[in-house]
């Protein structure tokens, strides 16, 4: 595993320049190390290749800065959307009851989960659940038989009702 060994080393000996220099271009310390770590993770999956490049340091650079101009692009994007779109509708304040039935929902194995939040959540009858999830009716009704029996014994009988 030399090649491990060697990626690891220039990684440990880049990084820290590396985040500077694209902290430098960003002004966004976050949005730098995101943008390095990303181009890191491509140049180790390319690491056979990047090492023979004369310079594999300035290749991660050049991507951390491509990265990092996407994510600002992305960004600025996401704001004028955002502005379009005015602000949220207040949420709706979080009770204890609601709080609790998260909680238990979590426990249960994913595919419970879906089939009662789904199904009891969103009011989804059961041939759309299924259709959803890819499965036959009977076993969306077996996983929800299965979930409401584990919610009941994860929440006491007075916030079983609250599981819609």
Not at 50 to 59: D, I, L
Not at 124 to 141: F, I, R
Not at 146 to 157: M, V
């Amino acid at each position: 595993m030399p090649d491990d060994n060697a990626f690891a080393t220039f990684y440990a000996a880049s990084y820290p320049r590396l985040v500077g220099q694209v902290f430098a271009f960003t002004g966004d310390l976050a949005d730098a190390e995101d943008a390095v770590q990303e181009a890191f993770v491509r140049a180790s999956a390319r690491w056979s290749r990047v090492r023979r490049y004369e310079q594999p340091e300035a290749w991660v650079r050049r991507v951390a800065i491509n990265l990092a101009l996407t994510m600002r692009r992305r960004a600025r994007r996401r704001l004028a959307v955002l502005a379009r779109l005015g602000p949220p509708a207040p949420a709706p304040p979080v009770t204890v009851d609601a709080v609790a039935v998260s909680d238990a929902l979590r426990q249960l194995p994913a595919r419970q989960r879906q089939a009662v939040v789904l199904h009891h959540g969103l009011g989804l009858p059961v041939d759309q659940v299924a259709s959803q999830l890819g499965v036959p009716v009977g076993t969306v009704k077996s996983w929800l038989w299965r979930g409401r029996q584990a919610l009941a014994g994860l929440l006491d009988e007075r916030e079983v009702p609250h599981v819609r």
